[in-house]
């Protein structure tokens, strides 16, 4: 069985409204200046940061503040969150070349089904991945290695948009394509580039057609 993993946001789903004003809706309870778009999307795709301490200042935030944040995101991505234009069509094209089609996201596992369904393409995954206690976020490769494992195959690609996605797929000793249509930029490190979800399908049927 050959393999399309697919990270979420940035890649599938842009969430980057929904990320930028639960940010903002924190740094304001906490009396703080609004961060802008760009520099929170860069943080949180960055491998090592101290997310809370870049993102409000603290160390070591208390539960108060992580469930206020999971409360106020589930809420904005409910309001704000869509798939990139012609996503939909890139998944129904692995799936017509008999691709097993599978998500790997670093946002809680239990989260995932609610945000798929609402963007409509929760039925187009054969298997999804996410966060949990027992699975680490990427860089860690081992949600990759399960997706492998599901399948039973070493025939597999990984499409993201960050260094977390790169390493990850690294890590994985797994070829992996970088897109830029979403939060990330080309990267100078990735050997496959993709503009476009049209470069995406190309550049994935060659990595598991060969």
Do not use: H
């Not at 946001?9 to 969430?15: N, R, V």
């Not at 992996?176 to 994935?204: H, R, T």
Request: glycine share 4%.
């Amino acid at each position: 069985m050959r393999v399309a993993i697919f990270d979420m946001d940035g890649t599938l789903i842009d969430s980057s409204v929904a990320i930028e004003k639960t940010v903002n809706d924190i740094r304001a309870e906490l009396s703080l200046e609004p961060l802008s778009t760009q520099f929170i999307i860069t943080a949180i795709n960055e491998p090592g940061r101290n997310l809370a301490y870049d993102l409000y200042g603290i160390n070591n935030p208390d539960a108060r503040l992580r469930d206020s944040f999971e409360e106020k995101f589930k809420q904005n991505y409910a309001k704000f969150a869509c798939t990139y234009d012609k996503v939909d069509w890139l998944l129904d094209e692995c799936r017509a070349m008999r691709y097993a089609v599978a998500l790997a996201s670093n946002a809680p596992l239990y989260t995932l089904e609610a945000i798929l369904k609402k963007c409509k393409i929760f039925e187009k995954f054969d298997y999804i991945i996410g966060a949990n206690d027992e699975i680490p976020q990427k860089p860690d490769p081992k949600m990759l290695d399960l997706v492998c494992d599901k399948f039973d195959t070493k025939k597999a690609v990984f499409i993201g948009d960050s260094l977390k996605d790169e390493l990850a797929a690294s890590n994985a000793k797994m070829p992996y394509i970088q897109v830029s249509w979403g939060f990330g930029e080309v990267s100078k490190s990735a050997k496959f580039n993709a503009k476009s979800v049209q470069e995406a399908l190309i550049m994935i049927k060659d990595l598991l057609d060969d």
